[in-house]
């Protein structure tokens, strides 16, 4: 739903420019070296035996402003807004519309929003700054998911569970490179995000990887999938583009990308998806029924 922030990838573009290539080399040394080490710190992966998993070539419907309605269309997968499909009334119609075809919950989990059922659960503490674009958003505190925000995200989980979804798509995990009002660092996200993929698989549920490009290499362990917001328009959708992370490793091991553009023509974004076996979209900001699929349906 939210626009990927590219703070960091620019940065580290910016640093190329100016530093001399031997400095830079080193400094990209550094930050591998950081990333395992942030990464030999977190729990195991929980296994999600018997999980429902999208296969690599998938047709999907990502539609948030409003629960569908039928006629559903015929696609293998739903992403929804969890809240408004709470009841399990809409999950259970789509799977019985289509056997087979995956429901996925989305959720934000690093966003407060006003209008949710929920919001009154948040503590004062865990509220930061307001989400440029976004009314009614602020960041969270995702250092504090050991105490009461942990527990506001497990209730979502168990919210997701309970209507029948079969997986979880977290939104706004990617809060350490923007400005949230708080100093989090790439292992504060690294490990809430690691915390989030065992919770669901604890639940019997799959999860996507919501954008946070950067951290793919440490968190492909823990991700079933992966749902990204135009990486195409941000140059940033491949290993060779990034030089250490991409959407290509979720596809080399086995894993389905889903992604989406907003303002590039599909002329521009579409054949590029479809040689690396993306499942692309180009859809409205307002994520409503309308889409345009780059291969079949």
């Not at 040394?29 to 729990?43: D, H, K, M």
């Not at 400005?179 to 019997?204: C, I, K, S, V």
Request: aromatic content about 10%; some cysteine.
């Amino acid at each position: 739903m939210h626009k990927i922030f590219s703070a960091a990838v620019a940065a580290v573009a910016l640093l190329a420019v100016l530093l001399p290539a031997p400095a830079h080399a080193a400094r990209e040394e550094r930050v591998a070296s950081a990333a395992a080490t942030q990464a030999a710190a977190l729990p195991a992966p929980v296994p999600c035996e018997g999980c429902w998993r999208p296969a690599l070539n998938t047709s999907w419907q990502w539609q948030l402003d409003s629960p569908p309605t039928k006629p559903f269309l015929d696609v293998q997968m739903y992403d929804i807004d969890g809240f408004e499909a709470r009841d399990g009334v809409v999950v259970k119609a789509l799977k019985a519309a289509k056997p087979g075809r995956g429901v996925v919950c989305y959720i934000s989990a690093g966003s407060y929003e006003n209008w949710r059922p929920d919001a009154r659960s948040f503590p004062a503490a865990v509220l930061g700054k307001k989400l440029d674009g976004w009314p009614g958003e602020r960041w969270l505190d995702i250092r504090q998911y050991k105490g009461p925000l942990g527990k506001i995200m497990e209730a979502r989980l168990d919210m997701c569970k309970k209507a029948g979804f079969d997986a979880v798509e977290p939104d706004l995990i990617d809060g350490y490179v923007n400005d949230t009002g708080f100093p989090l660092t790439g292992a504060d996200q690294l490990a809430y995000n690691a915390w989030l993929a065992n919770e669901a698989h604890e639940r019997g549920m799959s999860i996507a990887l919501k954008n946070d490009v950067t951290q793919i290499p440490q968190l492909l362990p823990y991700y079933d999938f992966a749902l990204n917001e135009e990486c195409w328009a941000n140059d940033e959708c491949t290993t060779a583009q990034n030089g250490r992370y991409g959407y290509d490793q979720f596809v080399k091991a086995g894993k389905a990308v889903f992604q989406v553009e907003y303002e590039l023509p599909v002329g521009e974004f579409c054949a590029r998806s479809n040689a690396q076996n993306f499942n692309s979209l180009l859809k409205n900001w307002d994520l409503d029924a309308k889409r345009v699929p780059c291969r079949g349906k």
